[in-house]
């Protein structure tokens, strides 16, 4: 009889008994490597294998970026509402309540005030798990009012974009957000303080036609999707290949359009040390 034939029929085991592999203890990535959960979180959500930065939330970005992980947050409970009473497949409201009850947020972007090697930095980051970090009302609401913090205190201000473009279902009240945080971001010029715009994957739509090409310093983290429309949709309009690498950070550099891409190990040195050299002080 071979071995993997029960020798005893009727063997029963309770559900609460069985056992399950934890779900999170291994990560594998594009290229199929798998990697240690545990592993992956003390390399910063960079794969050891082949470098791959995993998509990460406002959370880690702040665990990243500021000094012992202290800051203090702003607008922390505003929230969407539904003016526009919007239904697609299910209410816009119910959506709303179910996205932030899965994922803890309020809503795609949190603003935060910190120390960043010492000194202080406005941190605004926006989150992909709420919505495809889609740019509604309140996400401009909360860049606009941290820029305004940034500008009372004359404190830089940072933007870490990841998104997948306005949310549909504000209509118009999510496109009237490009034009309120460009204005803002001209103000903040006409202050002189430094705005630097980070562009993590994706970084498409509005916001790519909006903030995140509006920084002092434009740059990106290694691989990361940038671009207006999707591949597919610039493919089907222009009826042309793709050139290979098309939209991805390196393609976007070596076209002009960011200045440097920063490794996330580097990224909280990088961004102190051209905030220096933009503010012409000493370097931390």
Request: glycine share 8%; charged share 30%.
């Amino acid at each position: 009889m071979a071995w993997f034939k029960r020798t005893e029929k009727g063997i029963k085991t309770a559900t609460e008994e069985k056992k399950d592999v934890p779900k999170g203890l291994w990560y594998k990535s594009p290229t199929g490597k798998i990697v240690d959960a545990d592993e992956l979180e003390r390399n910063l959500w960079v794969s050891p294998e082949d470098d791959f930065h995993v998509r990460i939330g406002s959370k880690e970005y702040f665990e990243i970026l500021f000094d012992n992980n202290e800051f203090k947050e702003l607008d922390a409970k505003m929230t969407s509402k539904d003016p526009l009473d919007f239904v697609d497949t299910k209410k816009y409201s119910d959506r709303l309540k179910e996205v932030m009850d899965k994922t803890k947020l309020k809503d795609a972007v949190r603003t935060a005030v910190g120390k960043s090697k010492g000194k202080d930095l406005v941190v605004c980051c926006m989150d992909f798990a709420f919505i495809g970090g889609s740019m509604g009302a309140v996400v401009g609401e909360k860049i606009a009012r941290g820029i305004d913090y940034s500008i009372q205190h004359k404190i830089p201000f940072l933007m870490i974009s990841k998104s997948g473009g306005a949310r549909m279902m504000e209509a118009a009240y999510s496109l009237m957000q490009l034009a309120k945080t460009s204005a803002k971001l001209a103000q903040l010029a006409d202050a002189k303080i430094p705005y630097i715009s980070l562009c993590t994957d994706p970084t498409t739509g509005g916001t790519t036609a909006s903030y995140a090409m509006l920084g002092d310093i434009n740059i990106s983290e290694p691989g990361a999707l940038i671009g207006f429309a999707g591949p597919r949709v610039v493919r089907d309009t222009t009826g042309k290949d793709l050139p290979e690498g098309f939209q991805t950070a390196e393609f976007v550099l070596d076209h002009g359009f960011l200045d440097f891409i920063a490794h996330r190990k580097e990224l909280k040195n990088k961004v102190n040390l051209y905030l220096d050299l933009i503010l012409n002080q000493d370097i931390r």
